[in-house]
């Protein structure tokens, strides 16, 4: 019955797929049609659908998004990329370094990828271009940085993942080999984010310098302008603020991640009406209706994606699998291996959020089998995943970036490989020294 309860959930997700339904579609129709086969009351997926929204922590999705729009009404993420451009002044590739820079920025503020990508890409691809930047490699670096959206806290993807983990406890079996777990925080995520983001972020800098020097990507000619980088530090001084307030606040335990993006909505409104007099009604409006549209899209995924995932638990699949993996090998290296090879092929063909909320009753009942700390599985799956938004043919800050700048969607899927690769073998980094991940939360008391 297990068998082809897995043959109806996996097969009927993926034939729905190919044939072009939405993933919201393929997920409710494969779980309802193992409910049925399962004899189970339907009410019941109506009701744990229901049931899956009313988290308090996931009223952070829905605030972070609507943070991450007026910030870019109220001109905050223009002017953290004046300063990213001051300070990377004559440096080969400056512009290149100056957009990973933004995105660093905007990062710790939009917490997702697709918007980075376009509210950086706006301001830095017609400005490479203009200092006769290849269009396409402008393009491929601005999508290849906008993946460090949802690493560098606060993240949309590292709310879910504290979601979907909440509920998980270690097997009994993994709890005697290797003792008690520390529990999954969405706080800690954040904390534990910040070297693996920080180390991405420096990949995509090395290969960005490497390739500049070899097409003669120069720097601004009149070297770094110490009276310029004093001007867009003072007119971007509240825009740089925004994350040190929003983080530091959690961090000191002032506020939850949750209260924190009701924080960031109230400090950009007052940035935006009282200091920089940018916001307007139609701004907030605009603002309000995108936030309207991406959070519905991704409470529709949420509500399937969390009864399949239910399904999956109570079959005891996830634990077949894990007994699977361990009995072809113990070796940590090769199961961690063989987890990103995976995620990094389900990034090229499924959305980071229903990626994660499908995949983390699998992967974390495998992880905990071989002692590897929760906190750390989440940093790795969320950095695997962020190369799906530059891998085709999902890749969405691929299409964002060619709908900004205009090169094709083929130019620039070739001249991203280079970032794909060094982005890679970052990843294998922050799995293999878990106290790359770990450090900063043990440091902070987590």
């Known amino acids: 019955m297990e068998q082809q309860i897995v043959f109806l959930l996996f097969g009927g997700f993926i034939f729905l797929l190919l044939i072009g339904a939405p993933i919201t579609v393929s997920l409710a129709g494969a779980a309802m049609i193992a409910y049925l086969v399962l004899d189970k009351n339907p009410i019941s997926f109506v009701q744990i659908a229901f049931t899956s929204v009313g988290n308090f922590p996931l009223m952070a999705l829905p605030a972070f998004i609507l943070a991450g729009a007026l910030m870019e009404a109220a001109g905050i993420s223009r002017r953290l990329v004046d300063i990213a ?48 930047y290849d269009l396409s490699y402008a393009s491929a670096i601005t999508a290849s940085s906008g993946g460090l959206g949802i690493i560098i806290p606060p993240s949309i ?47 995509i800098m090395v290969m960005n310098y ?25 007119k971007g001084v509240w825009s740089l603020l925004a994350p040190i307030f929003i983080l530091g606040g959690i961090y000191a335990g002032f506020f939850t991640p949750t209260e924190s993006a009701v924080v960031a909505i109230f400090y950009t409104l007052f940035v935006g009406v009282f200091i920089h007099r940018e916001i307007t009604f139609k701004k907030v409006f605009n603002s309000l209706r995108t936030t309207t549209w991406i ?17 999956l638990v109570e079959q005891k699949i996830p634990a077949h699998i894990a007994e699977t993996l361990i009995n072809m090998t113990d070796n940590m290296y090769i199961i ?56 085709p043919p999902l890749g969405e800050n691929i299409f964002v970036a060619s709908g900004i700048g205009g090169a094709s969607v083929e130019s620039i899927v070739v001249k991203v490989l280079p970032f794909i690769l060094v982005l890679t073998i970052a990843i294998f980094t922050i799995a293999f020294v878990p106290g790359l991940s770990l450090w900063l939360p043990n440091l902070m008391g987590y």
Do not use: Q
Not at 86 to 114: E, H
Not at 210 to 234: C, T
């Open 85 to 132: 451009e001051s300070l990377a002044g004559p440096i080969t590739g400056g512009l290149g370094l100056a957009t990973v820079l933004a995105c660093l920025f905007f990062g710790a503020i939009s917490g997702s990828g697709p918007a980075t990508t376009a509210a950086v890409g706006m301001l830095m691809i017609p400005a490479m271009t203009k200092r006769n």
């Open 210 to 234: 490497l390739i500049s020097r070899k097409h003669g990507y120069k720097g601004m000619d009149s070297g770094w302008d110490a009276a310029g980088l004093r001007r867009s530090l003072v």
């Open 295 to 311: 959070t519905g899209r991704v409470l529709l995924i949420l509500f399937a994606a969390t009864v399949f995932g239910r399904l």
């Open 157 to 203: 993807p590292m709310v879910i993942f504290g979601i979907s983990a909440l509920g998980l406890r270690p097997p009994a079996e993994a709890v005697a080999l290797h003792g008690e777990f520390s529990s999954v925080s969405i706080s800690k995520l954040f904390i534990a984010g910040v070297i693996p983001g920080i180390i991405m972020a420096s990949s």
């Open 336 to 391: 961690w291996t063989l987890l990103i090879l995976f995620l990094l092929f389900v990034g090229m063909f499924m959305e980071t959020l229903a990626a994660i909320m499908i995949l983390v009753p699998v992967l974390l009942p495998v992880t905990y089998m071989l002692g590897a700390d929760p906190t750390h599985v989440g940093i790795v799956v969320i950095c695997a995943l962020s190369v799906g938004f530059i891998t």
